[in-house]
């Protein structure tokens, strides 16, 4: 299964035994990032926020105060069994007053996290390349059509004496497939040129 990542930020809510449990989740791309929404998040009112991310093969999960191993490894569990990536999901609960023993910790955190993931819009996790694209304005057409057909996104558009100037995103496999077809389009006019190099 190709991993994922949240297109949008989630957030559902499920009542266990009266206890309530909200689950917030959002794409995040380094653990600091991570920890930094975790303190926006956190409720100080709420009895738990528990919470866990996975950011490649990194990864970080807290019971915060629950009995050890009954929220932050199911939230973990829930981000790895749908194929998400580079994502947190913080679990808050407020207790309603009846014990739900280890078991249904588990089952209502890792449900929680699960059904708030699960409802959640995601977008492919692609690795992408930026790039700098000249051309004549002449060549303008045929070149959005190009970028159109791979998948890039327009970062910046700008406009000089000698043409449009673009700044893009574009999957890094293909950034050569790109090249040769503006070279093929523009008989070499056009230029595509990068400051990173394309992943090979």
């Known amino acids: 299964m190709s991993a994922h990542t949240l297109a949008a930020p989630a957030r559902s809510e499920i009542v266990v035994k009266k206890s309530r449990f909200r689950a917030q989740a959002r794409a995040v791309g380094t653990p600091a990032q991570a920890l930094a929404w975790l303190g ?3 409720d100080r009112d709420a009895t738990h926020n528990c919470w866990a ?3 490649g093969g990194s990864y970080r ?7 050890g191993g009954t929220a932050g490894r199911p939230i ?3 981000l790895d069994g749908q194929g998400i990536d580079q994502a947190m999901v913080v679990v808050t609960r ?5 014990n739900l023993g280890a078991g249904g910790l588990v089952r209502a955190y890792g449900g929680a996290a699960a059904e708030c993931l699960r409802t959640a819009s ?17 060549m303008a057409g045929a070149v959005h059509a190009i970028l159109a057909a791979v998948g890039a996104e327009k970062l910046a558009e700008s406009f000089d004496e000698h043409g449009l100037r673009l700044r893009l995103r574009l999957p890094t496999a293909m950034y050569a497939v790109v ?4 070279r093929d389009a523009s008989r070499g006019a056009a230029t595509l040129k ?3 190099m394309p992943s090979p």
């Open 194 to 196: 990068t400051s990173e």
């Open 76 to 78: 973990l569990s829930a």
């Open 179 to 182: 090249g040769e077809r503006l």
């Open 61 to 67: 999960f807290s019971d915060d105060g629950e009995p």
């Open 53 to 55: 991310y996975r950011i």
């Open 40 to 42: 926006e998040v956190v």
């Open 94 to 98: 407020w207790y309603g007053g009846i």
């Open 122 to 138: 995601r977008r492919p996790l692609v690795d992408s390349i930026e790039a700098e694209l000249a051309c004549d304005f002449a």
